[in-house]
Nanobody, 122 residues
Framework: QVQLVESGGGLVQAGGSLRLSCAAS????????VAWFRQDSGKEAELVAA????????YYADSVKDRFAMARDNAENTVYLRMINLKPDDTAVYYC???????????????WGQGVQVTVSS
């Protein structure tokens, strides 16, 4: 089974950018649909972006469309989330998740990373 480790979070000013990495081990990440979720304290988790198996499609929440971009690097066995023009509302813990089947639903992803904090100051 695949193991996932996120990195790349941190503190950034509004308007800044970050690139989150979701590094996979134990299996080939290209076999999996991968999603990024985020959760801020006191709020429900939100699906931010997702990519289907085989790069058949990439989806973004309306709140991040045109600012976030998700991409695979199969050679590195890693999935990235590039975030630009960050806003304070983007502050959250970001998690990558993977599953052999694509789904919109958090509870249906079987494999999760530990999460990485993103804080955007105003």
């Amino acid at each position: 089974q695949v193991q996932l480790v996120e990195s790349g979070g941190g503190l950034v000013q509004a308007g800044g950018s970050l690139r989150l990495s979701c590094a996979a081990s134990g299996d080939t990440i290209s076999k999996y649909a991968v999603a990024w979720f985020r959760q801020d304290s006191g709020k429900e988790a939100e699906l931010v972006a997702a990519i289907q198996y085989g790069d058949e499609g990439t989806y973004y929440a309306d709140s991040v469309k045109d600012r976030f971009a998700m991409a695979r690097d199969n050679a590195e066995n890693t999935v990235y989330l590039r975030m630009i023009n960050l806003k304070p509302d983007d502050t959250a813990v970001y998690y990558c998740a993977a599953d052999l089947s694509f789904t919109w639903y958090l509870a249906e992803y079987h494999y999760w990373g530990q999460g990485v904090q993103v804080t955007v100051s105003s």
